[in-house]
Each structure stands twice: as C-alpha cells, then as structure tokens.
C-alpha cells in the first residue's frame, strides 16, 4: 500500500512515499479501514523531532477517516464511513483502528471533514469536561482560539453548556473566527495583557477553567487570570516549559489545580470511555451543524512535508488534512 | 465569658485571656456551644503571624467540641455532645457552629478526643478522596504522617479502602506510630531519598497521591515519586513556597495534577458537604475504635502560648488540644 514512512539518516528525518508498505496486521477488536484522509496534529511533529515514534510505528497519523474494509463488528459492518484515533499508521492508504476508537461519520460529512474530527474534538471534550470540570455557568479561557483544539473547545461549550467564553490568538480574522463559533470576549494578544482584560471582565474574579497550548510564556498571566478553584489545563508548550519561579501560597490561597495532559500515548480503554462519551453527546450535533469540524488548507500525501511547514509556521485556522485518495 | 484574644501592640501579637468576651451571637441555622476542648492548627499560627484573621474573628480556634446550650434543630438538641468546624471563635467558652458543619460526638469519645478530629480528619477525607480520588488499589504516599493530617489520614486510607500507604517522618518513634496506625512503608526523611525509596517499593511506578505539606524543600522528590496520572495534594508549606524551576513538560507527560488547597477559607456549603460525606462514612469506625483521633498534648486555655510553641517546634505527634472547662 502507499503510506509515508518515516527514517532517520545521520540524525536527519526523513519522509519517504513508500507504494508497497505491508498491509498493518488486524485483531478481531480492530478495524481495518480504507483511508480516505487523515490529519496532522502536532504530535506528528514532536514524533520526527524526538525520534519518539507513537506505539513505534514508523508511518504517523494518529486519526483518519475512511470506509470499513474488514470488521467483526456489527456496528461497524465493511462498506461503514467511520472516523477516529490511530495509534500511528494513518498517513497510509490503509490503517487498523482499534473499535472502541471508531465513530460512524454521518452522510454530511465529507471524508476530509471527518479527519478534522476526533484529535481535536475528544481533546477538548476531555479537557473541558474531565479535566476542566467546567460547570454549566462557569467561564473558561481559551488560548489559540483559532488552533484545531481551541476551535473545537469553543463550539463544545458553547453547544454544550452557558458558559462564558474568552479566547486569546493573534490575528484580527483569526479572532473573527472564534467569534463566529460562538467565542464571548476575543482577546489579540498582541495589543493587551489577556489578564488584564479577563479580570476587567470578570470584576476581578477571573476564569474557572483554563485550556493552554502555550505554557511558560502565559505562566504569570494565567495564575493572575484564574479564579478561586481555578483549573489550569496545560495541553502544549508552544510558548517554552522552564517555569523560573512558582509561589505555591499561590496554589493553596487560590485552591488551583494545575494539571498537564497528552491524548495520543493515553490507553486504547481511556480512549474509548473517551469516545463512547463524546459521541453519545455530539453525534446530533455534527449532523445538524451545531458542530462544525474546521478545515484550513487540504494537502496531498505526496505534499506531507509541506503541510509539516505550513503547521509548523502557526500560521493555519483549524485542521490541515492530507488527502490519501484522490 | 472566658476566652483568648489576639491583639497587636506595635506591630506585635499579644494573646490575652480575658474573662468578659461577649458571647457570641447566634443565628437560627447556628448552634451555640459550651465548649469543652478546643485545638490548636497551623491555620491559627498562620493568622497570628500574618494579622489576617478567619472571617476576621479576634478569637482564634476553627475547631471545637462542647454540649448544645441553644439549638433551633431537632438534631442537635439542647445538651447534644458535638464537635465540629467554627469560623473562628473556639478559644472560648461559647462559641457558635453552622448547623452544617456539626457531628454528634459518640458517647465513646471523650471531649479531649472530639476536638480533635474535625479539622485534621475532614481535611485528610478532602484530600485523599476528593481532590486526591485514590482509587480502592491505588497507592498515596502521606508525608508528616505522625501529624495532625497524616495520622488521620493513614487511618482513613486503611479503614475506608486497600490503598498502599507510604509515610515519611523524621523519627523512629514518629515512624512507630504511622506503622501501627496502618503505614505499609515507612521512610525517615532524614536517613534516605524518600523518592529512591518510593520508586524501588513500586518497581519504579511511583504513587498515585501525594499528600504534601512541605512544598518546595520536597518538589523535586515529589514529582520523582508519582506515577502516571497522579495528583500532587498541597496542604502546606513547611518547607517553603518558591519552586525554583518547573518543567511543564514532565507535567503533560506524566499527565499529573497539582492541586493546592486550604479548608478553613472554604464557605459554610462546602463544609457541611464534607462533613456530611465524612459523618456518613466514619461515624461507626470511631464507636468501634477503628478509627481514633491522636491526642499529643492537652493545655490549659491560659497555656495557650507554651502549645502554639509547642506546634511550632513540630515535636508533636498528633494534635495540640486546649481544655477550656477543667
């Protein structure tokens, strides 16, 4: 099959489009699915970087979109539309995906549509609700509003719950963007101090929940934005991970819970429980539009290191989708 | 009526025994108290030093037993034995307690006793069980474990699940009392790297709660001592507030949590939750004796001075308690 394989040599990563990759090998609780588009995610990058490679599967791609083409499953029959998590494998014509992963793609969804789905939305399902606990008529920051998983987050809660929602990015139609998803107050972290503006907002109680990509550089204005039992969420480090200094009479005074989560090297079970929940909660959701998977720019397999640049360039508003088949 | 007020002369405090305090005024939702026993906890040192008093009460104490003398409930009757949180006030004769945070005191308890278990105990339940949600199999390592805290909460990860409990404590006879309070493994801080330690007894696993009252002296240990997805509990801060450096990514990796916390600045509702939760799952483990509060050191109310010193030489094993009526 044609699958992008990645290689090291003298310490330099290499993407190669492979024709005869060997079919990946399928259990009785997996799928095999014919891929029709699969995204890049932010994981990929780190995996090339570290040499860190998910489950070690040399092909990346960690969600994909596709049909069904071998199931023991009654639910997911050959010839289903699916999309879901991939431990690896999915920048490849075929790929296995473990059932409990799996989630039938609604007819008005396009296959690249579906690819934009699941690393995004469960990752902001899990940190808003789990992780964030966010309650009905609470107020969450969102950083990178316009990012895969900010964009996502904002439709979520804004479906899903009254809450009041702050977002943060750093161009004015990226803002418009966030506004447009249902976003309360947009923040251009260029032109303020997001603390400021939260607390002016909030008469100085600040924010109950916290989702951050960026890490040490927001330290100080997001313990400063964060409201008595605050939860801050930390997703990514695109902003440094050395914190200088942490007053801990802060985090006892203020009752804040600071935690640190990953989705990709998570269990197949917590994936699923994961899964389960957000599908019951959203399926009708994305089948009447409410829920709008984002698609920024659609990039051919062939193309992949370009897509690799152009989200390395921070310069995308949702997803960038690879296209398998054409 | 006889009670301790703090006052400041100079910029000093001064704790004076008067004998004409006014009694303290009650509401309907308010049961007022002849107090019996009152104890000593770092929250009153901790206002003493910093002149920021618990709801601006100049009477110190937030935890008491004693008898009803007025009572609008038909649970806690006049002459009803309680103990139970106050907001402040409980270094005297009468105080008043929200209904809420009230616990009858079993005939089996004296009121040395009673005293001593709402503040400690509710908070090592609050801890492990809320905050910290150790699971029935999970593993929590309790530093000070012959404190207040710690040695209730050794008790109630033994009595209420199957947990591993690991304590460090600073003296053999400290140690002596965590193992026969139910301690699965006991660490002398002073004599060995507690982390080394923790990762050997858990084939390098680690622990998934840390109760933590020292801060920044043990960070470093701390997060070398917790497993995947595990909750870092802060109560305290013996050893200091500044974290020099944190690496946010060992957060994200390991998927953990910090959570900071204080009990007595909660409101009354979350309070009498706690209690409530508390009351309904240990009331018969202390009629049975499987579960018992630590008496270090009974003080007269005039003696107040010699047991906040006292506290403050960490010598204690167990609680401070004040008799007010001898």
Redesign the interface.
């Known amino acids: 099959m044609r699958a992008i394989e990645l290689s090291y040599k003298e310490n330099q990563p290499i993407l190669d489009l492979t024709k005869d990759a060997a079919l990946p090998e399928r259990t009785s609780n997996q799928l095999l699915i014919k891929v029709e588009a699969a995204a890049i995610n932010r994981t990929d990058l780190v995996a090339i970087d570290t040499g860190k490679l998910p489950k070690g599967n040399t092909i990346l791609g960690v969600e994909v979109s596709g049909t069904v083409v071998e199931s023991d499953s009654d639910v997911f029959p050959c010839g289903s539309r699916v999309m879901g998590l991939v431990n690896g494998g999915g920048y490849a014509e075929y790929a296995v995906m473990s059932l409990g992963n799996a989630m039938l793609l609604s007819d008005q969804l396009t296959f690249v549509e579906g690819a934009a789905i699941p690393e995004v939305f469960l990752t902001a399902y899990q940190t808003l609700f789990w ?1 964030g606990e966010l309650g009905p008529n609470q107020s969450v920051l969102i950083h990178a509003g316009a990012s895969g998983v900010g964009s996502a987050a904002i439709q979520l809660v804004k479906q899903l719950t009254s809450a009041k929602i702050f977002v943060t990015a750093g161009s004015s139609d990226k803002l418009e963007l966030c506004r447009s998803l249902g976003a309360d107050v947009v923040i251009n972290y260029h032109d303020e101090d997001f603390s400021k503006r939260v607390l002016t907002e909030t008469t100085g109680q600040g924010v109950d929940v916290i989702l951050d990509f960026i ?2 550089s927001y330290w100080e204005q997001n313990l400063a934005s964060i409201a008595y039992d605050g939860r801050l969420i ?4 695109l902003g440094g ?22 989705l990709t ?2 269990s197949d079970s917590y994936k699923a429980k994961l899964t389960k929940e957000f599908s019951d909660k959203t399926t009708s959701l994305f089948e009447t539009g409410y829920l709008k998977p984002v698609v920024d720019t659609v990039f051919s397999l062939e193309d992949v290191e370009n897509a690799h640049q152009y989200m390395r360039s921070n310069k995308n508003k949702g997803k960038i989708i690879l296209k398998i088949n054409d």
Chains 1, 2 share one sequence.
Do not use: C, F, S, V
């Open positions: 992780l890490g040490a930390l997703i990514g480090i991970t050395n914190i200088k200094e942490l007053n801990l009479m802060d985090l006892l005074e203020k009752r804040i819970a600071i935690k640190g989560t990953l090297p998570r």
